[in-house]
T-cell receptor, first 115, second 115 residues
């Protein structure tokens, strides 16, 4: 089945220690998104890639970076995690943006704990 | 600006009862899309429905139904004969027709179905 896969499902890191979260997709979608979801809150978009074009949300901290080496994979790098970065990180994909292709498919998420 | 309001933070119902989750949205766009997603305890956001702003027909899918009313800017979701497996957080979301594909989420409604 075509799907969005996130690894690992649970990640524990230490304060200030860089961490990378991984997302892959078999849907061959053009757009990949990263969301941050803190406890009891709605998901918040951090950035997205349309093919190789990177689109950062205005309020995304510089501490968060992303890479998309190919269509299938997208990575979220947190350079110096703080306690406030503990959250669920959701990856999503869509065929396009706007119009009929804007349906987003989500992965299972990676729950990040910062000690 | 786009905004989605889910006034019900938590709802509890007894199994087999019907339950309606409210969603009210704000947008100046004439064309937009509305979504409902389900987030079970596992964390993955599961797509339930997408509705184009020009399509005001109500939709039924099994025990699920949706009532879209542009006049009141509402897109309510009803679960008939609720089951324990329906327990989850439900998010209503809005996206624009063109441009950035940001999903504007409501704050979610936590539904608990009691056996």
């Amino acid at each position: 089945d075509a799907m969005v896969i996130q690894n690992p499902r649970y990640q524990v890191t230490q304060f200030g220690k860089p961490v990378t979260l991984s997302c892959s997709q078999t849907l061959n979608h053009n757009v990949m998104y990263w969301y941050q979801q803190k406890s009891s809150q709605a998901p918040k978009l951090l950035f997205h890639y349309y093919d190789k074009d990177f689109n950062n949300e205005a309020d995304t901290p510089d501490n968060f970076q992303s890479r998309r080496p190919n269509t299938s994979f997208c990575f979220l790098d947190i350079r110096s995690p703080g306690l406030g970065d503990a959250a669920m990180y959701l990856c999503a994909t869509s065929r396009g943006t706007g119009g009929r292709y804007n349906e987003q498919f989500f992965g299972p998420g990676t729950r990040l704990t910062v000690l | 600006a786009q905004k989605v309001t889910q006034a019900q933070t938590e709802i509890s119902v007894v199994e087999k009862e019907d339950v309606t989750l409210d969603c009210v949205y704000e947008t100046r766009d004439t064309t937009y899309y509305l979504f409902w997603y389900k987030q079970p305890p596992s964390g993955e956001l599961v797509f339930l429905i997408r509705r184009n702003s020009f399509d005001e027909q109500n939709e039924i899918s099994g025990r699920y139904s949706w009532n879209f009313q542009k006049s009141t800017s509402s897109f309510n979701f009803t679960i008939t004969a609720s089951q324990v497996v329906d327990s989850a957080v439900y998010f209503c979301a809005l996206t624009r027709q063109t441009g950035a594909n940001n999903l504007f989420f409501g704050t979610g409604t936590r539904l608990t179905v009691i056996p």
